[in-house]
C-alpha cells in the first residue's frame, strides 16, 4: 500500500508511542474513521490491508485496549463533540489511556436499563453515587464509559445519560472481583461522591440509552469477532491436543469434534461475510447472532479440550490480578471456565436470543410490566 | 471471492422468483398426479430464463455461467419445492457430459430442447463408488439417460426408468435398466468428482428449503394466537426461532463459500452443515404450526420431505463429516 510505504519511509518506529502517534496522526489508525481523529474516511474494509501493511511495526495491545477500541470508540465518535473526539480518541487508540465500561450493577444485569446509579446535577458538575460491577480493567483504567440515573420519576429507559468517568477522580475505588477461574480480570467499582464536569457527558440529558445502544452493539461485535483463519479461535488449541496426543483419541471423541468443526467452520464463513456487510455502515443486531455462537462454539470446544487432554490438573488457583482479557490464555482448564463467561458478558445468550427474534425477526416482545412506570415505582 | 450475491445474481433470482411465484402454486396437487414434473413450467424456465444451459459454456450454446449463478436457482427452486429437473439435468447430468465434452449433447440441454439424467442412486455418496441403478432421481423425465459402468460415461438410448412411491414427492426416484448392447461410450468420467460438484450445489437447495420453512414459521407465529397472545411474543418459541435464524445464517455462508470455491472441504462443511439445517428447520416447522402442521393440507409436509430426502442424497452428513477427518487433522 503506497500511502502505508510513503509513511513507514519518513517515520522509523524507534520509540513505539512516537510511531504509535504518527501513524493516528497520519490517519492511518482506524481508516474508516474522519480525517484529524486517526482516520481518512475510507471504506471499513480497507483497514485490513491497512494492518497488513504495518505487519512488523509496533503494534496495539488489544487485551488491555479492547473496550477502549471496541466500545468507547465508536460511541465517542458517534456521539462526542468535536472537542470530546478530540481529546480522547487518539491517546485512547495509542493506548496511552485505558478504558473501561461502569454499565452493569449487582442489581442490573440482563436488565441494564434498571441500574441505580445516580448522577445529580451541582452547577456545571454531576456527582455521581453507586456501585458497578463485571468491570474488566478498571485497574488499569484512564478513563470509562459510564450510564447513570439522572430522572428517577420517568420510566426506566427515559431517565438515563451516558458520561465519560474519570477513574482518577476522587471517590473511584476499584475492588478486584475474584473469578471461577481464581484470578481476579473484573473488578467491582464503588463510586462516592464523584464529581464529572458536564464536559463528560456524552449525548443528550435522558438520552442515555439511546448511547448506550451504540456501544452494546460494537461490543457483540467485537467479542463475537471470529477468527479469520480457517481453524484459529479456540479450535486451534483443540486440534493441536488431537496431533500431540494419539493415545488419548477415541471415536466418541473424533465424532463430537467433527460435528463442532464444522460449525466453527460456518461460523467463521457467516463471520467473513458479516464482516462484508460491515464494510459499508455499522453494525446491525445480526452481531449479536455471531456473539451467541462464538460463546456456544468456546464452551463446548473447551470442554471437549479438557476431556481430550485427560488431565485432572489446573495450573494455578492463586488469587491474581490478570493484565488483560484473555480468553486463550493459560492452560485447558482456565479456556473451560472462562469461556463460561461467553454467554454472560456482552448480555446473556437468552437475551441475544431476545434481540435477534424482536428485532431481526420482527417478533412481538413478550407482556412488560416496567415499561410505563417510573423507575422509581419498580419493585427491585 | 465474495460470500454475498452480485447484482446479477441478485437479477437473476428475481427473474426465477417471479415465475415460479406465478406459475408453481399447486406443488401439493400435482404430486398426486400421474406428472409430479411440472413440464411447462421447465420449458419456461429453461427456455425463457436460460437456467438449463447456465454451467455449459456459451460455445455449447450455454451461457457460461459458474456454479455461484446456478446456486441462486437453486436456492429459489428450493424455496418453492418446484418440480423441475433442474438439479439432476442441469447440474448432474451436465457436469458428467461437460467432464467427456459430449458437445452435442450439451446442445441440446443448453437450448432445452432436451433434459438429461445421470442414472447413478440419488442416495451415493461421493466417497464411495455407487453400485446399481436404483434410487436414481430425475431419469423419468429424461431424454437422454447417461449410466457410468466402470469410469466410463454411456449415453443409454433403450433406457426403460420404474418409479418407486418416494418419500420426496416433489423429485421421485426410480429403478432404471437397460439392455447391455445398448449402450454409446461418451469417454471416461470422474463419477465421485461429478457427485462432489453436485453436492457443492445441493446445499444451495437446502438453504432455499430451509429459508421458507423459517419464513413460513415466523409468519405463522406471528399470527396465530392462544392465551390472547400470538404465540410469537413467547419466549419458548422465540429462541427457538433465533437459534434457527442463526443456523440458516450460517448455512447461507456455506452455500455461498461452497458454490465459490468447489473445494473438498468448502463442500464437505455446505453439505454437513445445510443437510441437517434443512431437516431440523423443517421439523422445528412441523411441530411450531402445531396440529395445522401435520395435515397434508399444508405444504411444509413436502418440504420436510424434499429435506430428508436431500440429507441422504449425494452423502449423509456423516459421510461429509467422515471425509472432513482427514482434510482437517481430525483422523482416528
Known sequence: MDVVDDFLRDHPADDRLEFLRARFDAGLAWVHFPEGLGGRGWSRDLQQEVDEAFKGTPQLDFGVQAIGLGMAAPTILAF??????????????????????????????????????????????????????????????????????????????????YFVCDMHAPGVEVRPLRQITGEAEFNEVFLTGVRLGDDLRLGQVGDGWRVAQTTLMNERVAIGGNPVRRGGGMMGP??????????????????????????????RLSGVRLREQLAVGQPGPEGSGMKLSFAKLNQELSGI???LNRDLGYDDWSFRRSESVDFFGRGPGYRYLRAKGNSIEGGTSEILRNIVSERVLGLPSEPRVDKDVPWKDLPR | ????????????????????????????ARVETAQPYDLDLWKTLSREIGVAGLLIP??????????????????????????????????????????VGAGELLERLAGGEATAALAVPF??????????????????????????????????????????????????VGTVSYGSGDKVRLGEVDLPGVLGFGAALLASEQL?????????????????????????????????????????????????????????????????????????????????????????????????????????????????????????????
Request: proline share 5%; with cysteine.
Open chain 2, 1 to 28: 471471492m465474495t460470500l454475498l450475491y452480485s447484482p446479477d445474481e441478485e437479477d437473476l433470482r428475481s427473474a426465477v422468483r417471479d415465475l415460479l411465484k406465478d406459475r408453481c402454486t399447486d406443488v401439493l
Open chain 2, 208 to 332: 432455499g428449503v430451509a429459508e421458507w420453512c423459517l419464513q413460513t414459521t415466523l409468519d405463522y407465529v406471528k399470527t396465530r394466537y392462544q392465551f390472547a397472545r400470538p404465540v410469537g411474543s413467547f419466549q419458548a418459541i422465540k429462541h427457538r426461532l433465533a437459534d434457527l435464524w442463526l443456523d440458516v445464517v450460517r448455512a447461507r455462508a456455506a452455500a455461498r463459500n461452497a458454490v465459490s470455491e468447489l473445494s473438498p472441504i468448502a463442500t464437505a462443511t455446505a453439505q454437513a452443515w445445510n443437510a441437517d439445517v434443512a431437516v431440523h428447520v423443517a421439523e422445528d416447522a412441523v411441530q411450531l404450526h402445531g396440529g395445522i402442521g401435520m395435515t397434508w393440507e399444508h405444504p411444509v409436509h413436502l418440504y420436510l420431505k424434499r429435506a430428508k430426502a436431500t440429507q441422504i442424497a449425494l452423502g449423509t452428513p456423516g459421510d461429509h463429516r467422515e471425509a472432513l477427518a482427514s482434510l482437517v487433522g481430525l483422523e482416528m
Open chain 2, 123 to 172: 442416495s451415493a455418496s461421493p466417497y464411495r463408488i455407487p453400485s446399481g441403478t436404483a434410487n436414481v432421481a430425475g431419469a423419468d423425465v429424461a431424454d437422454i439417460v447417461l449410466v457410468v459402468e466402470d469410469g466410463v460415461l454411456y449415453q443409454v438410448p433403450g433406457a426403460r426408468v420404474e418409479l418407486v412411491s418416494s418419500l420426496d414427492m416433489t423429485r421421485p
Open chain 1, 305 to 307: 479440550e479438557v476431556e
Open chain 1, 238 to 267: 483443540v486440534l493441536d491436543a488431537w496431533r500431540e496426543h494419539p493415545e488419548h483419541r477415541s471415536h466418541d471423541l473424533q465424532q463430537r469434534l467433527l460435528k463442532i468443526w464444522v460449525e466453527a467452520e460456518v461460523t
Open chain 1, 80 to 161: 462526542g463533540t468535536e472537542e470530546q473526539k478530540r481529546r480522547f480518541l487518539r491517546p485512547l487508540w495509542t493506548g496511552e489511556e485505558i478504558w473501561c465500561q461502569l454499565f452493569s450493577e449487582p442489581g442490573a444485569g440482563s436488565d441494564l436499563a434498571t441500574l441505580a446509579t445516580r448522577a445529580v446535577r451541582d452547577g456545571d458538575e454531576w456527582v455521581v453515587d453507586g456501585q458497578k460491577v463485571w468491570t474488566s480493567g478498571a485497574h488499569h483504567a484512564r478513563w470509562a464509559i459510564l450510564v447513570a440515573r439522572t430522572d428517577p420519576d420517568v420510566p426506566k429507559h427515559r431517565g438515563l445519560t
Open chain 2, 58 to 99: 456459451e460455445e455449447y450454446g450455454g451461457a457460461g455461467a459458474t456454479p455461484r449463478e446456478a446456486g441462486v436457482v437453486l436456492e429459489e427452486l428450493g424455496r418453492f419445492v418446484a418440480p423441475v429437473p433442474f438439479f439432476t439435468s442441469s447440474v448432474l447430468a451436465t457436469k458428467a457430459l461437460l467432464e
